[in-house]
């Protein structure tokens, strides 16, 4: 079956700590996979996506995510949190041709002053 | 370039009413969608469209119809709303088949 498991429902974090939110897949054929951001109140924002090549994806805001397809794992990464960086995190998988994408249920990042 | 537009921003039933959602795209995308988000749940879809004149149902299709009279416009109905579709929804459009989605800026709705 497909899915999209990201484990950690709720994060929290001090303001310039690192940061990693755990995403894990399972989908039968290549993967194409990516990463929302949505604030409160708002829609959703791309954060990056994978198609291929390069593992390590760089996205907007300091973000990038790694793709370990012996894992099944796309997870994200921030070097430094900013208090701006608190909001909820989307993890989705799609495919070529697919008219679909699976999400996930959410992370909700914290960030402490 | 206004991206994609939903209209209203608020919204609130009694128990049995209708109510049209519109969602509105000047990417000129072939593909847009409709979800709704619960808490804990993630998004979920309810139905999408792949061209304009064409729909289909998504993960939780019950209760909803959509129609995609114009490629730009992507119509969600509820014809006799119920308190279990309370929820914040959120319509989205994509040029090409799994590739990135572009959202609006969500309708939450209240069911009495």
């Known amino acids: 079956a497909q899915s999209v498991t990201q484990p950690d429902i709720h994060i929290t974090v001090s303001e310039g700590a690192s940061l990693e939110l755990r995403c894990n897949y399972s989908y039968g054929a290549t993967p194409y996979l990516f990463w929302y951001v949505q604030s409160p109140g708002q829609g959703l924002q791309l954060l990056l996506k994978?198609?291929?090549?390069?593992?390590l994806v760089q996205g907007i805001k300091g973000f990038e995510a790694e793709f370990k397809r012996s894992q099944s794992s796309f997870n994200l990464r921030k070097p430094s949190v900013h208090w701006s960086d608190a909001a909820e995190y989307f993890c989705?998988?799609?495919?070529?041709?697919?008219?679909?994408?699976?999400f996930g249920t959410g992370t909700r990042l914290k960030v402490l002053a | 370039n206004a991206g994609v537009t939903q209209t209203p921003k608020f919204r609130v039933l009694k128990t049995g009413q209708s109510m049209t959602l519109l969602c509105a795209q000047d990417m000129n995308h072939e593909y847009m969608y409709w979800y709704r988000q619960d808490p804990g749940m993630g998004l979920r879809l309810i139905h999408y469209?792949?061209?304009?004149?064409?729909?289909a149902k998504g993960e939780v299709p019950d209760g909803y119809n959509v129609s995609r009279l114009k490629k730009q416009n992507f119509l969600l109905g509820l014809e006799s709303a119920a308190p279990s579709q309370t929820s914040v929804y959120f319509c989205a459009s994509s040029q090409l088949a799994g590739n990135e989605q572009f959202f609006g800026p969500g309708t939450r709705l209240t069911v009495l």
């Open positions: 989705a998988v799609g495919g070529p041709g697919a008219y679909k994408y699976i």
């Open positions: 469209s792949v061209g304009e004149g064409t729909t």
């Open positions: 994978y198609f291929s090549g390069d593992t």
